[in-house]
């Protein structure tokens, strides 16, 4: 089979393809400063996940990630704002495959008239709730989203991301082992660095560009990776 036939063995890495497609990751040969002062070659961006079509694919990867996890859950929690797509649409495949699709979403500051409150959508009293959100950076949205859940009576048995850089936080560990241990709770990641490598080492001959940055994105491992 040539490269220009590859397909994806996986739905990690099949969401990686898709996410190179559309843009929302970007390899980047001069590279993008993140956060943490690390000059990465490579970028996630859910925010591109703009799209009906795109959307749908984002949420039957999550879907798929927590179905093959076996976790008991209840209810999926979109942390407001950008988990709130996330979980809706989650919800949507989650309940196609079956399985248990309630979802809830919170407000940043508590509605004073209608049905008021802070949170919108299903129960959360004495029910196992999953976090849907982007990505692990320091935690915080996800602290403030289980501080939610659990002052509604709930319990956070997981979190579900869409990318996991696998590399370190502020120790020896990955940022995601370190908000595992911080919170006792579960990560989740649809996909990771080491599927965008399999990707990119799969398809560098049909697309060069890919290839070209692979080096770099190596390095970067070796040196940042936990």
Not at 19 to 46: C, H, Q
Not at 49 to 56: I, K, V, W
Not at 193 to 209: G, K, M, Q, R, Y
Request: aromatic share 8%; charged share 20%; glycine share 10%.
């Amino acid at each position: 089979m040539s490269q220009q036939d590859w397909k994806p063995k996986n739905a990690a890495q099949a969401l990686v393809e898709f996410s190179i497609k559309i843009g929302s990751l970007e390899l980047l040969p001069a590279g993008r400063t993140l956060k943490s002062g690390r000059v990465s070659p490579y970028f996630f961006n859910s925010g591109l996940f703009c799209d009906g079509s795109a959307l749908e694919f984002l949420g039957s990867s999550y879907a798929e990630v927590i179905a093959s996890s076996a976790i008991p859950y209840d209810v999926v929690f979109g942390p407001a704002y950008k988990g709130i797509p996330l979980a809706v649409t989650t919800a949507i495949h989650l309940a196609r495959k079956g399985l248990a699709s309630d979802y809830t979403f919170n407000r940043k500051e508590a509605k004073g008239h209608g049905e008021g409150g802070l949170l919108v959508g299903a129960s959360l009293a004495g029910k196992r709730v999953i976090i849907a959100d982007d990505v692990i950076t320091d935690g915080a949205s996800k602290r403030e989203a289980k501080e939610t859940i659990e002052a509604a009576g709930g319990t956070v048995v997981a979190v579900v991301i869409a990318f996991d850089r696998q590399e370190r936080g502020i120790g020896t560990l990955s940022a995601l082992k370190e908000f595992e241990q911080t919170f006792e709770t579960p990560v989740l990641a649809a996909a990771t660095l080491s599927d965008l490598i399999d990707v990119i080492e799969a398809t560098a001959n049909a697309h060069p560009e890919r290839g070209e940055i692979l080096p770099k994105i190596l390095a970067y491992r070796s040196e940042f990776g936990a």
